[in-house]
């Protein structure tokens, strides 16, 4: 309870509970709009902080499981905040302009992206010495035309399993595209928008930089909390699978020389070994030959034996 009421006192000092003029709301705010003052309706910050952990609660989870978050922020005051805290946790974002198909046609958009790749490497490795002045001026200037839109992105290999959206209603292309591609929607919803259009409504001040900031942070330190705990597993995994592959040889070379062992005792009774029945004397004991019994019973009449 202290750590929300912490946060909400965060938020209030924010400006996060500032809306838009009654007269621009969405009556679909509705449930999310404490009162009105002057003319401008005031946010209720209880349902922001149960929504914003909510929603960073189920982040957390999808860091952890080693998908991408994809931030898209175009307005001026978010670019910044927005960019950086997407590259502290290494996850894609947009910033400059949504390309339409960005990730409806996100095909082509790597094809852009591998290209912007190339010419980066010819002008690092050399390649682009023997090119004209002019050519290689070219180069350089549709790679930065390429990386002002698409740098964000040159990592991000495969489509993102979700999207944080600072305003819903600036980034509608972007919010339809993952709509219609079945990616999971998180975003800042003002009171002049829709909160039914994305999975995760955060209500709050969407305009101010503070409030931004505040609300973007929150939601990368549970991201890299996601991150911190699937390195952690992985580590133990790892330690786990040492333990069984030492445990595995040991047992293997116990059995090698438990082979090897009952071979020599093979071996050795093959050569003369001692049958612990046989008489002393006898022949499996090394002893002398004993003579067989005289059998009288054959002898003929007359002979030395008859008297």
Avoid at 26 to 48: V, W
Avoid at 170 to 191: M, N, Q, S, Y
Wanted: one cysteine or more.
């Amino acid at each position: 309870m202290e750590a929300n009421t912490s946060l909400q006192q965060q938020l209030l000092e924010a400006g996060v509970h500032f809306g838009h003029l009654k007269k621009k709301w969405n009556p679909k705010m509705l449930p999310y709009i404490f009162a009105e003052k002057k003319g401008i309706h005031i946010i209720d910050l209880n349902k922001t902080v149960d929504h914003l952990q909510d929603a960073a609660a189920a982040m957390k989870q999808i860091a952890k499981s080693g998908k991408k978050i994809m931030f898209v922020a175009t307005k001026k005051q978010a670019k910044e905040i927005v960019s950086e805290c997407a590259t502290r946790v290494n996850m894609p974002f947009a910033t400059e302009r949504w390309l339409g198909g960005m990730l409806t046609n996100f095909n082509t958009v790597r094809k852009s992206v591998k290209k912007m790749q190339s010419i980066e490497k010819m002008l690092n490795d050399g390649s682009a010495e023997s090119l004209t002045k002019k050519e290689r001026l070219t180069l350089g200037r549709d790679k930065d035309k390429l990386e002002k839109v698409l740098g964000g992105i040159a990592q991000m290999g495969r489509l993102p399993s979700a999207l944080f959206l600072v305003d819903i209603s600036v980034e509608h292309i972007a919010l339809a595209e993952a709509k219609r591609l079945g990616i999971t929607t998180f975003g800042v919803v003002d009171t002049n928008s829709d909160p039914n259009k994305v999975d995760f409504a955060i209500p709050g001040n969407d305009d101010a930089t503070k409030s931004i900031a505040i609300i973007t942070n929150y939601i990368t330190a549970a991201i890299a909390e996601g991150l911190a705990e699937r390195q952690a597993n992985k580590d133990e995994e790892e330690v786990v699978e040492e333990g069984q592959n030492e445990n595995e040889a040991k047992a293997r070379r116990l059995e090698q020389e438990a082979q090897a062992e009952g071979g020599r005792n093979r071996r050795g009774g093959g050569r003369g070994a001692a049958d612990p029945n046989a008489p002393a004397g006898g022949p499996a004991g090394g002893g002398v030959k004993r003579r067989a019994p005289i059998n009288t019973n054959n002898r003929r009449p007359g002979g030395p034996g008859g008297r």
